[in-house]
């Protein structure tokens, strides 16, 4: 099976920096996506690792380290519209499958 | 708006009673996903096609869950004799495994959200 960890909170100023850490336990490995969740709304992809290293979208960064079962989220420059729920997700199989971990909510305050 | 739909947005009904939901991915793409997603938790993926053909049905769907996508372009998912803990967000996915970069993204719908008293 699939196992995924990530924090279930944070909460950070405006401008603040924030990093949502997930570790995973799977049977095989393709990916890691980032999925943001506002509420009463759909999942929206932010990013996907497939290899080793850093990966920047603007604000945002993702990160992986495949020998050590890690990635983070990395969201710079706070924004009260980043307020939301972040998932992890694994793609572990060639059939784009995801795992979604159970996601950090993340509160964004003035 | 991710171009993904889903009918109903909402759904309320009681226990015993027969449900079905609607997704309509983006026109071109070739995979579709149910996912059910339950308060403060990710979404659980429940099973997914490949044009008309469904390739992969979770444990988590019981005998009592039917999904079909006719002509690889629609999906419908039904759930039959409905339990009070078939209540969540129904959420539909697409996406396709061939051409443009962004394969590896999933483009979600608004989800329905079934309430079953």
């Known amino acids: 099976g699939q196992s995924l960890e990530q924090p279930s909170e944070v909460t950070a100023v405006e401008g603040a920096i924030v990093q949502i850490n997930c570790t995973y336990q799977?049977?095989?490995?393709?990916?890691l996506s980032w999925y943001q969740q506002h509420d009463g709304g759909a999942p929206t992809f932010l990013s996907y690792?497939?290899?080793?290293g850093l990966e920047e979208t603007g604000r945002f960064s993702s990160f992986l380290s495949r020998s050590d079962s890690y990635g983070y989220l990395l969201l710079q420059e706070l924004q009260m519209k980043d307020s939301a729920s972040y998932f992890c997700a694994v793609r572990d199989q060639d059939d784009y499958k995801l795992s979604f971990g159970a996601g950090t909510t993340v509160t964004v305050r003035a | 708006d991710t171009g993904v739909s889903q009918d109903p947005r909402h759904k309320i009904t009681k226990r015993g009673q027969n449900v079905t939901f609607r997704c309509d991915p983006i026109s071109e793409h070739n995979r579709l996903y149910w996912y059910r997603q339950t308060l403060g938790q990710g979404p659980e993926f429940l099973t997914y096609f490949q044009n008309e053909a469904q390739l992969e049905k979770s444990r988590l769907l019981s005998d009592r869950f039917s999904a079909e996508r006719p002509k690889g372009s629609f999906s419908t998912l039904e759930i039959q004799r409905t339990e009070q803990g078939d209540s969540a967000m129904y959420l539909c996915?697409?996406?396709?495994?061939?051409?443009?970069?962004?394969?590896?993204?999933?483009?979600f719908g608004p989800g329905t959200r079934l309430t079953v008293l």
């Open positions: 690792n497939a290899l080793d």
């Open positions: 996915a697409s996406t396709s495994t061939s051409g443009v970069s962004s394969y590896n993204e999933q483009f």
């Open positions: 799977t049977s095989g490995f393709y990916g």
